[in-house]
């Protein structure tokens, strides 16, 4: 009769405090992905004329150089943020192109420049509303979380960019953490090799 009493409320408080903990973690991933997309915008606006963001193309010759020329000017600083933060995916799209103008690292999602999103991606949201978004599902890097963030120049919304994690990399992080070897209390700081 005591052990129900005493095991009962030690399942449920344990219970609770691992949907608890799971809660933050994923809040903590969100704002880990949306301080990483405000660095991309930060980027951006602190170039001379926006980076030459704004343009006007009427041929797709015109298009492709703009694209090209946009993708030069920012693929540097994609790739040193995706490298400053592993497993983040991040970039920038271009409204008026209708492409992808970077995504890092680019050594894998080069083959992304370019091509426009889908009709139903949620980076259209973005666009269409101007408020920034964080979206879980299937996206162009695969089933992700990702954090978006409309560009603007006079107010009006001329892009956006992003930072992504894929799901499977944060369950992985989690079951890392909630095993307890992501904390210094429990331990190791770093996970093992």
């Not at 009769?1 to 609770?16: D, F, K, N, Q, W």
């Not at 799971?22 to 951006?44: D, I, P, S, T, Y």
């Not at 999602?109 to 101007?130: C, E, F, M, W």
Request: proline content about 6%.
């Amino acid at each position: 009769m005591i052990l129900p009493m005493v095991c009962l409320p030690i399942i449920a408080t344990g219970y609770v405090l691992k949907q608890y903990s799971a809660h933050v973690f994923l809040a903590e991933k969100r704002q880990h992905l949306n301080g990483v997309a405000a660095l991309l915008v930060a980027h951006l606006e602190a170039q001379p004329q926006f980076g030459g963001w704004q343009t006007s193309t009427s041929t797709p010759d015109e298009r492709n150089d703009k694209i090209i020329s946009l993708n030069h000017e920012l693929k540097f600083y994609t790739d040193t943020l995706a490298k400053s933060f592993p497993g983040v995916g991040v970039g920038y799209y271009h409204r008026e192109l209708d492409a992808i103008i970077t995504y890092g690292p680019s050594l894998q999602y080069t083959y992304t420049v370019g091509k426009p999103i889908p009709a139903n991606h949620p980076g259209r949201q973005v666009l269409s509303s101007g408020l920034a978004k964080i979206e879980v599902g299937q996206q162009v890097r695969g089933y992700i979380m990702n954090a978006m963030r409309p560009l603007k120049i006079g107010g009006e919304v001329v892009g956006y960019v992003w930072a992504n994690e894929l799901i499977e990399d944060i369950f992985a992080d989690f079951a890392w953490v909630n095993a307890g070897r992501g904390t210094g209390l429990l331990g190791a700081v770093t996970p093992n090799p």
